[in-house]
């Protein structure tokens, strides 16, 4: 099948013909992929657009999952030595919201997917404009949960 990848030090651009994926390999390079995405889709609009993401991933220092989901004493007994996680989903406007967390030693990990079908290209543009404001709800979400 027809692949196309590009890898820079900042950025890695997968292309296949089924999805686009734009991976930041550095922070700095996290809010050029908007754009880049936004120029390949105005490049391409008649290309049949079925969805968009936004996957984000954080690093909780001190983050206890262990507090945030309290396990009961049958859990715990059932399990001598564990690591806790979970998976929540929820609406934020168009887009259905997966954040998985971890634990991992002292931190947590949230990875949070930002998900949202799409019929054209406009309204993938359209999502794209909203990539400050989900990145800022990702954030809000940690706070709430994490202080």
Not at 41 to 68: C, H, R
Not at 107 to 118: D, G, R, Y
Not at 120 to 146: D, G, M, Q, T, W
Request: aromatic content about 10%.
């Amino acid at each position: 099948p027809a692949l196309s990848v590009i890898e820079t030090d900042n950025l890695n651009i997968i292309l296949d013909p089924d999805r686009l994926q734009v991976l930041a390999k550095k922070v700095e390079a996290v809010d050029k992929l908007p754009r880049i995405v936004e120029i390949y889709v105005s490049s391409l609009p008649e290309i049949p657009y079925t969805a968009i993401g936004f996957n984000l991933t954080y690093q909780v220092m001190n983050g206890d999952i262990e507090e945030l989901l309290t396990p009961s004493e049958r859990f715990k007994k059932a399990f001598s030595e564990y690591k806790l996680g979970g998976i929540v989903v929820f609406n934020f406007d168009e887009f259905i919201v997966t954040l998985n967390l971890k634990s991992n030693d002292d931190k947590t990990i949230a990875n949070f997917n930002f998900h949202s079908n799409v019929k054209k290209s406009e309204e993938i543009l359209e999502r794209l404009k909203r990539y400050e404001e989900v990145k800022e709800r990702a954030k809000n979400v940690l706070e709430v949960l994490f202080g």
